[in-house]
């Protein structure tokens, strides 16, 4: 008999010990073990090779490989996510832009068709360095771990949206450009889709961290790619507190959070390209139900929220914040005040690298 069992495939429970399997991937380890008893339907290994059966000791053989490749690797195959009942993360606009809409839906994550419509974003606003970037990653995308699938599918479940970001290099070479032109599609009442005007960059302090290119500005970025995951709320969480308190606060958060489970405060970055993606899936989402909205506001319409950056140092009593003015039609990053307001929030990410 040619096809033979591996010798290492005979103690696969001892593997999955030294494997440290977590709930979840010990999960997924059984299924594989109930598929491969399947093909065995009643045989044991010990009976494969006394019988000669090289047709099923291939099966077998193949099953096993998959198993092992799993233990060692502790990732598997993966070209998409189904995530029932998830918090619809298009509710609120829609319910904004006058339409009804469910407060869960069955959102269904196909990661290569995520990667190239955010690096066709990205292109279409002008930042190639972007696309590059997303598109180098994009054959990472078809193998991940259970526990990175996990934490995505969770903060889905919970209402966020996914984006896929540059690695922080790209994001720091390009943050004035990326400022200005990541910039979210509109619509107004009775009025065609609109695209914002470039960005508006007001306060000396955000300039003199761009122009010299101060890490500070992508402090905690991954060095690779990743996948932002963010609710696309037009209220921004952690509220009715000072800079000082909303950090304190975002602390508390991560007590019981560890690797890359843990939660962070979006930069300048990571909010220019929701507030842009957030737009392009609000419209793809209206097409594909045929639901049409009157109107399509980007988060923090002014006089409602607006988001600081407490990632970034306070300056003379300030901090850097984003916020959509509508009479400009564009987005304005500037500096403001570190005491407590109503609508002066932080808006909360989780990062996971692929």
Same mark, same amino acid.
């Given at each position: 008999m040619t096809e033979q069992i591996k010798p290492e495939s005979q103690n696969l429970e001892s593997l999955a010990v030294k494997a440290n399997l977590s709930n979840a991937e010990r999960e997924y380890f059984d299924k594989l073990k109930a598929e491969l008893k399947e093909i065995l339907g009643g045989k044991t290994l010990d009976d494969?090779?006394?019988?000669?059966?090289?047709?099923l000791a291939r099966r077998v053989n193949k099953k096993m490989g998959q198993?092992?490749?799993?233990?060692?690797?502790?990732?598997?195959?993966t070209k998409e996510l189904i995530i029932k009942d998830a918090k619809n993360p298009f509710a609120e606009a829609f319910e904004d832009g006058g339409a009804d809409a469910p407060e869960e839906i069955k959102y269904e994550l196909n990661f290569e068709e995520l990667a190239d #419509? %955010?690096?066709?974003?990205?292109?279409?606003?002008?930042?190639?360095?972007?696309?590059?970037?997303?598109?180098?990653?994009? /054959?990472?995308l078809g193998k991940m771990s259970l526990e990175k699938l996990e934490i995505i599918?969770?903060?889905?479940?919970?209402g966020a949206i996914p984006i896929i970001m540059p690695g922080k290099r790209v994001?720091?070479?390009?943050?004035?450009?990326?400022?200005?032109?990541?910039?979210?599609?509109f619509k107004n009442l009775n009025k065609e889709e609109e695209l914002a005007d470039e960005s508006s960059l007001v306060g000396e302090h955000l300039n003199q961290l761009i122009n010299e290119r101060n890490e500070l500005l992508v402090s905690d970025i991954p060095e690779k790619p990743y996948i932002l995951l963010t609710r696309?709320?037009?209220?921004?969480e952690i509220r009715n507190k000072t800079v000082a308190q909303q950090i304190a606060a975002l602390e508390a958060l991560n007590e019981?959070?560890?690797?890359?489970?843990?939660?962070?405060? #979006? %930069?300048p970055h990571e909010y220019a390209a929701t507030q842009t993606v957030r737009s392009e899936l609000i419209f793809k989402r209206?097409? /594909?139900?045929?639901?049409?909205?009157?109107q399509i506001k980007p988060m923090d319409f002014i006089g409602e929220t607006w988001t600081r950056f407490v990632s970034l140092p306070v300056f003379s009593g300030a901090v850097p914040f984003g916020f959509w003015a509508q009479d400009d039609s564009r987005l304005v990053f500037v500096n403001f005040s570190v005491d407590a307001y109503a609508r002066a929030g932080v808006r909360l990410s989780v990062r996971v690298v692929f």
């Open positions: 494969i090779e006394r019988t000669q059966d090289l047709v198993i092992l490749s799993f233990l060692k690797s502790k990732e598997v195959e #419509m %955010n690096a066709k974003v990205y292109e279409s606003c002008g930042l190639p360095e972007w696309a590059e970037d997303v598109r180098k990653a994009q /054959e990472k599918k969770q903060e889905i479940k919970e994001m720091l070479e390009t943050t004035l450009k990326q400022i200005k032109m990541l910039r979210p599609k696309p709320t037009q209220k921004s019981n959070r560890t690797g890359e489970s843990k939660i962070y405060a #979006m %930069n209206g097409e /594909e139900t045929d639901v049409e909205l009157v």
